[in-house]
């Protein structure tokens, strides 16, 4: 035998987040709001893309469906480096969800963000257009980790920890959340 194992099994480890995107009806406003509320910087862009010949106009009806014709983009970059991709649709245009926390509906509903100083942050939101959706919860009581529900202006959902999420989520059991809504 060579010593190799045919029947060994690939090693299976926790992907990386890559980059989350949005959408927005506005990408000007959007970019000034996500660089002075929430200081993510931005990498590239703002870009235009149309339906036509060149190698982004021909993926883009293979990405969205042939009704696109025309859209704007811009990269931007978190504190701990995960894109953030916002999409301005302007043929046809993009349009503001009424319910925009459709949560029994599948698919993506909030992005989450790290602070330690969340009061601060969900004041910043609320004075630059967004807003506050939920109370402040301490959701690790003995530990003072604390957890707010916002929107950007554009109504995109924003948690926000104030901790790291394997701490906080590691920090609580169900057993304690179900005890304590109980009472």
Known sequence: MNGNNCNTK????????????????????ALKWYKEALGFAVIK??????????????AI????????????????SSGNQ???????????KAERRQDNFEYWKSGFIHICITDPNIEDLCK?????G??????????VPDKGYKVVFCEDPFGNII???SNGFE???????????????DN
């Open 82 to 92: 995960v894109g953030f991709e916002i999409f301005e649709y302007v043929e046809p």
């Open 130 to 139: 967004g807003k506050q959706r939920s109370k402040f919860w301490e959701i």
């Open 10 to 29: 690939p090693i299976l480890y926790p992907k990386i987040t890559n980059h989350v995107a949005v959408s927005v009806p506005d990408l000007d406003q």
């Open 124 to 128: 910043k939101i609320g004075e630059s």
């Open 45 to 58: 862009g703002p870009a235009e893309f149309v339906i036509d010949d060149s190698l982004g106009g021909r």
């Open 167 to 181: 701490q906080t989520i590691t920090s609580f059991s169900q057993f304690d959340w179900n005890q304590e809504m």
């Open 159 to 161: 948690e926000v920890f």
């Open 61 to 76: 009806p293979d990405f969205h469906g042939p009704d696109l014709k025309k859209m704007r983009v811009a990269w931007l």
